[in-house]
Nanobody, 124 residues
Framework: QVQLVESGGGLVQAGGSLRLSCAAS????????MGWFRQAPGKEREFLAA????????FYADSVKGRFTISRDNAKNTVYLQMNSLKSEDTAVYYC?????????????????WGQGTQVTVSS
């Protein structure tokens, strides 16, 4: 069992930055790939970024490539999402998740533990 707690969300002006954190419980955190997703009102959950167990491989959605950076600190059982150049369309609830199964990093169906989410609101 893995529990995830996101933090770092809030209200920011367009063009600003936020760093989200996702703290995980459990000794096996360093064994798992991790991902960040978001969901805006009335929209489907959207893949943003993922990172493999070691942090050596990362994946990004085209919509955030070059603006968002995913990283992890296995010693702290934490994964981060640095978000720069934020836009109003980035407003959403942001979730981190654990990916334990092989397959595409882009597919939410392969992530089986999810945090409760943190709200990010970007004002224009």
């Amino acid at each position: 069992q893995v529990q995830l707690v996101e933090s770092g969300g809030g209200l920011v002006q367009a063009g600003g930055s936020l760093r989200l954190s996702c703290a995980a419980s459990g000794r096996t955190f360093s064994s798992y790939a991790m991902g960040w997703f978001r969901q805006a009102p009335g929209k489907e959950r959207e893949f943003l970024a993922a990172i493999n167990w070691s942090g050596g491989i990362t994946f990004y959605a085209d919509s955030v490539k070059g603006r968002f950076t995913i990283s992890r600190d296995n010693a702290k059982n934490t994964v981060y999402l640095q978000m720069n150049s934020l836009k109003s369309e980035d407003t959403a609830v942001y979730y981190c998740a654990v990916k334990r199964y092989s397959g595409s990093y882009y597919s939410s169906g392969l992530y089986d533990y999810w945090g409760q989410g943190t709200q990010v609101t970007v004002s224009s």
